[in-house]
Each structure stands twice: as structure tokens, then as C-alpha cells.
């Protein structure tokens, strides 16, 4: 919900912001665990910083899902030869 921008600042989590992969606790609070006078004030932060549903963009996201992409390709593949093979005719 808050994000650390340095020293002892802080500020309401944004999307696109650098997250920890693994990070899976809420974005914005539940209305019904504060006071019914900050509903709007929450309205309002979602409409202004919940860009693309209120879902940050995780961090590294895109290579966590491309992990272990393609391992069939190099199956069986010594590293070594492959590297000497793409080097022959190197000058």
C-alpha cells in the first residue's frame, strides 16, 4: 500500500512500480476496515493510481515467465561445442 521512495518517505504504491515477485498482500485497503468517512478518499487513490486494475507491474514479471523457456532446444547440447561452432571462421 505505501511504497519507500529513500530516507523515511513514503508514498501510495503506484503501478509500475518495482515490486518483490513473491509480494502478494493487497494494494489499497478494504473499505470496511476503515472508518465509512475515507471511502471516498480510497475511491479516489484507486481511480488515480490503480492503473490496469490496480494491479502494479511486478517486477521482472516477464522473466519469471520465461523461465525455463525453450530447455528442449539445448537438451543434450554441450555448451562448449556449440560456443566453437558459432566461433568457426572467426578471425
Do not use: S
Not at 28 to 50: Q, S
Amino acid at each position: 500500500m505505501l511504497y519507500a521512495t529513500g530516507g523515511n518517505r513514503r508514498r501510495l504504491l503506484l503501478a509500475g512500480d518495482h515490486l518483490h515477485p513473491e509480494r502478494t498482500g493487497r494494494i489499497f485497503p478494504d473499505p470496511g476496515d476503515l472508518p465509512a468517512k475515507y471511502n471516498d478518499l480510497i475511491d479516489w487513490a484507486k481511480a488515480r493510481y490503480a492503473k490496469g486494475g490496480g494491479e502494479p507491474v511486478r517486477w521482472l514479471e516477464g522473466l519469471f515467465q520465461m523461465a525455463a523457456t525453450g530447455k528442449d532446444i539445448w537438451k543434450g547440447e554441450d555448451p562448449d561445442e556449440y560456443v566453437r561452432r558459432l566461433r568457426e571462421g572467426w578471425e
